[in-house]
């Protein structure tokens, strides 16, 4: 069990940067953390996320745009979005995984409006 709160969202004209931050309510160690994002009239879909093996996945219209970085110490995931599209226009989440239950924890997500 663990309660996630995500912050940093807001409106950015497209090609503009976005940082945004989760913070966990315990040692997000013994997770496999990442970020999720549901689009209007879509279904949530991955974004970028660590694996058990200690590697990164990423959606294919992330890679070379995104970055997914933690701050164990302080119990907090990060998503460096650059170059932002109007497509990236999404509710984003951060989701916890426990690495072998298969178990996941949602935040209630932030919106990221990417516009001119």
């Known amino acids: 069990q663990v309660q996630l709160v995500e912050s940093g969202g807001g409106l950015v004209q497209p090609g503009g940067s976005l940082r945004l931050s989760c913070v966990a309510s315990k040692s997000i160690v013994s997770f496999n953390m990442g970020w999720y994002r549901q689009a209007p009239g879509k279904q949530r879909e991955l974004v970028a996320a660590f694996t058990t093996g200690g590697g990164t996945n990423f959606a294919d219209s992330a890679k070379g745009r995104f970055t997914i970085s933690r701050d164990s110490a302080k119990n907090k995931v990060y998503l460096q979005m650059n170059s932002l599209k109007a497509e990236d226009t999404a509710v984003y989440y951060c989701?916890?995984?426990?690495?072998?239950?298969?178990?996941?924890?949602w935040g209630k997500g932030t919106l990221v409006t990417v516009s001119s």
């Open positions: 989701n916890a995984q426990t690495r072998y239950g298969g178990m996941n924890y």
